[in-house]
């Protein structure tokens, strides 16, 4: 079992940016597909961004194409989100997820291909 713990979320004008980071216990991250998730009050949780276990493969959401981008850092049990040129429509509750299994080759993009979750950080983004 993995623990993850989000960290980096916080209040930032439109245009802005944040890091958004997410540090997993245990000695096997590096076999874990992983993956960002938000999800907005009233609305259903939604992919971002995964990266595959050697980071070799990333796949991002089309409305965070050219804004975000999703890094790992193995030696360190990390993943990454930078978030540059926020909106508002960004406002949301930001999960990590780790997908376990071996077979995965391509990144998932739905929550159900995901075993583990951390609680999650607030981005909120002004207009």
């Known amino acids: 079992q993995v623990q993850l713990v989000e960290s980096g979320g916080g209040l930032v004008q439109a245009g802005g940016s944040l890091r958004l980071s997410c540090a997993a216990s245990?000695?096997?991250?590096?076999?874990?597909?992983m993956g960002w998730f938000r999800q907005a009050p009233g609305k259903e949780r939604e992919f971002v961004a995964a990266?595959?276990?050697?980071?070799?493969?990333?796949v991002r959401a089309g409305s965070v194409q050219g804004r975000f981008t999703i890094s790992r850092d193995n030696t360190k049990n990390t993943v990454y989100l930078q978030m540059n040129s926020l909106k508002p429509e960004d406002t949301a509750v930001y999960y990590c997820?780790?997908?376990?299994?071996?077979?995965?080759?391509?990144?998932?993009?739905?929550?159900?291909?995901?075993?583990?979750w951390g609680q999650g950080t607030q981005v909120t983004v002004s207009s």
């Open positions: 245990g000695r096997t991250f590096s076999t874990y597909v």
């Open positions: 990266i595959s276990r050697s980071a070799g493969s990333t």
């Open positions: 997820a780790a997908d376990r299994d071996p077979v995965t080759v391509v990144p998932a993009t739905t929550p159900d291909e995901y075993d583990y």
